[in-house]
């Protein structure tokens, strides 16, 4: 397989990627977003869609990325580091973790998706998997496996904020994801993601994150807000998916004809 990733190519050269989510985990829609494209495919294995530890799962779904020419960004539902290596030993190339508390936890899976962490061995095995093409890839794959992989951590708890700075200390922490909902739950506001507390908190970690040069991801899904996140400085962008791209475009036509019936 393509072990390149451009998804973290365009991150590090401080570039704004743009991706959606896939609801439905269809390598047909991964495809198709690809040739549309979308930088990358949402794919949150945290509250839906078939089990992680299932490889051959992500066998086809990194297929259809690599022929659409766009890149998986797998949410995970823990950090577990036996997790972290099936995924990528499938061919997986970005993934994240939901709800971090500490710096320890976030090192713990970094290390877990490198053979080399921070100048020591790390926590990464080798494999067969789709990765490695089935065993066939040549001599330089560790070294380009620790290149081209990219993890990254979603802040959503408060003891997340509390311990921020020593998580963006982490060796090989790709990028922040920010996720308001969670926090604002956290925060005693649940659902409130507009709550003047969640704002300014989200905006603590953002100017934090650029402080430390760690690329931020955000959802946003109409035009202006868009634009205003990417003039915030944020790189990774969710603008959409495609069970939400169906109800309103479907609904409107069906509105927009209702009398016909």
């Not at 890839?137 to 921020?164: F, P, Q």
Request: aromatic share 6%; net charge negative.
């Amino acid at each position: 397989m393509e072990q390149r990733n451009a998804f973290r190519h365009a991150i590090e050269n401080g570039d704004v990627v743009f991706g959606a989510r896939s609801s439905t985990f269809s390598p047909t829609v991964i495809e198709i977003y690809g040739e549309l494209g979308i930088d990358f495919v949402w794919l949150d294995f945290e509250h839906m869609g078939p089990s992680p530890w299932d490889s051959t799962v992500f066998e086809e779904l990194t297929r259809a990325a690599e022929i659409g020419g766009t890149e998986l960004f797998v949410r995970l539902p823990s950090g577990d580091p036996s997790l972290i290596r099936k995924v990528l030993d499938a061919g997986v190339r970005n993934v994240f973790i939901p709800r971090v508390d500490t710096a320890e936890e976030v090192r713990e899976a970094a290390k877990a998706a490198r053979f080399v962490y921070d100048g020591e061995p790390g926590e990464r095995g080798m494999a067969s998997g789709r990765s490695r093409t089935w065993g066939l890839s040549g001599g330089d794959y560790i070294e380009t496996e620790d290149r081209e992989v990219c993890l990254g951590v979603m802040i959503e708890k408060t003891t997340a904020v509390d311990e921020l700075d020593d998580i963006l200390s982490v060796p090989e922490l790709g990028f922040v994801f920010i996720g308001p909902s969670d926090l604002s739950v956290q925060m005693g506001h649940p659902g409130e993601k507009t709550h003047p507390e969640v704002v300014e908190t989200i905006e603590q970690i953002t100017e934090a994150c650029h402080e430390a040069d760690v690329p931020t991801g955000v959802i946003e899904t109409e035009p202006e807000a868009i634009e205003s996140a990417v003039d915030d400085g944020h790189q990774i962008i969710r603008i959409g998916g495609d069970l939400a791209s169906i109800k309103s475009t479907l609904s409107e036509r069906l509105d927009s004809v209702d009398s016909l019936r």
